[in-house]
């Protein structure tokens, strides 16, 4: 079992940052991928970003070029550092991981707000 927590949402104005980060607990050596996802009230699920065990990153693109999603392996945590943040990024913002053999099942965190306004 694999327990995700998130931190690090809020409000802040358009054209500011903000870190999110991703605790990640259990059994950590049985995860690969790991990225987040968002959700804005009334609207589908949209993935964000991933990385995957030997680094590679990928992005949406309506946040590449702004986001950056990393991994500290060390401190078992995923981060999400979000800058030129608009409007429209604002979300609850879900961490998850997916394990390395099968049955590949996915785990989520609880999730974190992050809203965009001036």
């Known amino acids: 079992q694999v327990q995700l927590v998130e931190s690090g949402g809020g409000l802040v104005q358009p054209g500011g940052s903000l870190r999110l980060s991703c605790g990640v607990s259990?059994?950590?050596?049985?995860?690969?991928?790991m990225g987040w996802y968002r959700q804005a009230p009334g609207k589908q699920r949209e993935w964000v970003a991933r990385i995957l065990s030997g680094g590679t990153t990928n992005y949406a693109d309506s946040v590449k070029g702004r986001f950056t999603i990393s991994r500290d392996n060390a401190k078992n945590t995923l981060y999400l550092q979000m800058n030129s943040l608009k409007p429209e990024d604002t979300a609850a913002y879900y961490c998850?991981?997916?394990?390395?053999?099968?049955?590949?099942?996915?785990?989520w965190g609880q999730g974190t707000q992050v809203t965009v306004s001036s």
């Open positions: 259990g059994s950590i050596s049985s995860i690969s991928t």
């Open positions: 998850y991981a997916i394990e390395r053999v099968t049955p590949y099942r996915t785990y």
